[in-house]
C-alpha cells in the first residue's frame, strides 16, 4: 500500500509538470517566434537603405516593433515639428471651441501663411492650419492666445514655452527641449527646439491618438480650413503628401540649421499604422527618405504576415 501511494504520488507530480509545461511554452515559444520573426525580416529589408538623413526611426504602432532606428536617441534641431507640441499644450490647456484673435505682433514671425490681423479663429481651426502650412504666424497666435491661461511662474510667451517643456516631461521625451514654439533657429548657431527621432515619433503619435480628426487635416494635400471670416483654401506643406498610400498625417520641419525634417504615418494595411520620422536631411531628400522607409515598411510588414 506505501509503495502504491509513492507511485501514485509520482505519478501525478509528472502530470502536474507536464500541464505547466504546456500552458507556460507555448506563449514563450510564441513570442520568440514573432521578436525573431520581426527583427530579421526588417533587418533583410533595411539592411542596404541610403538615407540622407542624420536619424531616422521606423514604428510599428500595432506590433510595437521598431522597423528600422538610426541615430534615433541623438537630440537634433526640430525646426517646425516643435509645433506639434505647441498645438499639443494649447488643445490640452482650452476647449477646442475657444475663439482666439490673430494679433498683430503674431504676424511679425517669418513667412506670410495668410492670416489676417484681427481675424477670429476657433482655436480647433487654427490648429489644423498651423500644422497643415506649418504657420510660424499661426503657432505664434496661439502661445500668445493661451500663455496667459498657464499656470507657470513665467510670464508671457515664456510661460508657454515652460509649459512645453513641462510637457514633455510629463511624456517622458527626455530628449525634447523647446526654446521657442515656432521651431525658428534663434540665430546662426542655435536652434528653436532639439529632440531625437524616437521621441518625435512618441509625440506625434500620442497627438494622433488624442487628437485624431486634427492629425487627418495634416494627411491632405489642399484641405479647406474655416475662419469667422470664410474660408481658407490651404496648401499642405508636404508637396508630396498624397503620394504615400494609406496616409495617416503629415509633418514637415525645416531651418538652415535643422536641415529638412518629416514626420508621418501611414497604414500598412487594416488597423496597422506605421510611423516614420528623418531628421537632419535635406530640403527635399526628407520627402525621398521617408518615401524609401514607406515602401521598406510595406515590404516587411508583407513579408511578416507571410511569415506567419
Excluded: C
Amino acid at each position: 500500500m506505501k509503495r502504491f501511494r509513492t507511485l501514485a504520488i509520482v505519478v501525478l507530480l509528472i502530470l502536474l509538470v507536464t500541464v505547466f509545461e504546456k500552458t507556460e511554452s507555448r506563449p514563450l515559444a510564441y513570442n520568440l517566434k514573432k521578436n525573431r520573426a520581426t527583427i530579421n525580416v526588417s533587418g533583410d529589408v533595411f539592411k542596404n537603405i541610403s538615407l540622407e538623413a542624420k536619424a531616422a526611426y521606423v514604428f510599428d504602432a500595432r506590433t510595437g516593433a521598431v522597423l528600422y532606428a538610426q541615430n534615433e536617441n541623438v537630440p537634433l534641431p526640430l525646426a517646425s515639428l516643435s509645433k506639434l507640441m505647441t498645438v499639443l499644450v494649447a488643445l490640452d490647456s482650452m476647449p477646442t471651441s475657444s475663439v482666439i484673435s490673430i494679433a498683430a505682433r503674431a504676424l511679425e514671425e517669418e513667412g506670410d501663411s495668410g492670416l489676417l490681423a484681427g481675424e477670429k479663429w476657433t482655436l480647433w481651426n487654427l490648429a489644423q492650419f498651423t500644422l497643415t502650412t506649418s504657420s510660424n504666424d499661426g503657432a505664434s497666435a496661439i502661445a500668445s492666445a493661451i500663455a496667459p491661461l498657464l499656470a507657470t511662474d513665467e510670464s508671457g510667451d515664456q510661460g508657454f514655452i515652460k509649459a512645453m517643456n513641462l510637457k514633455a516631461r510629463l511624456l517622458n521625451l527626455e530628449s525634447i527641449h523647446f526654446f521657442n514654439e515656432t521651431g525658428l533657429d534663434l540665430n546662426i548657431l542655435s536652434a528653436g527646439g532639439y529632440g531625437s527621432a524616437k521621441d518625435v515619433t512618441v509625440l506625434v503619435r500620442h497627438i494622433w491618438e488624442r487628437y485624431p480628426a486634427l492629425m487627418e487635416t495634416t494627411s491632405y494635400i489642399a484641405p479647406e480650413v474655416f475662419s469667422f471670416s470664410g474660408i481658407h483654401k490651404i496648401l499642405n506643406s508636404n508637396r508630396e503628401v498624397d503620394k504615400i498610400p494609406g496616409i495617416l498625417l503629415s509633418k514637415t520641419g525645416f531651418t538652415d540649421i535643422a536641415g529638412g525634417n518629416l514626420t508621418v504615418a501611414f497604414d500598412a494595411g487594416i488597423g496597422r499604422p506605421i510611423f516614420i520620422t528623418v531628421l537632419g536631411s535635406t530640403l527635399e531628400g526628407r520627402f525621398a527618405d521617408a518615401q524609401k522607409l514607406v515602401s521598406l515598411s510595406i515590404e516587411a510588414v508583407k513579408k511578416e504576415d507571410f511569415a506567419q
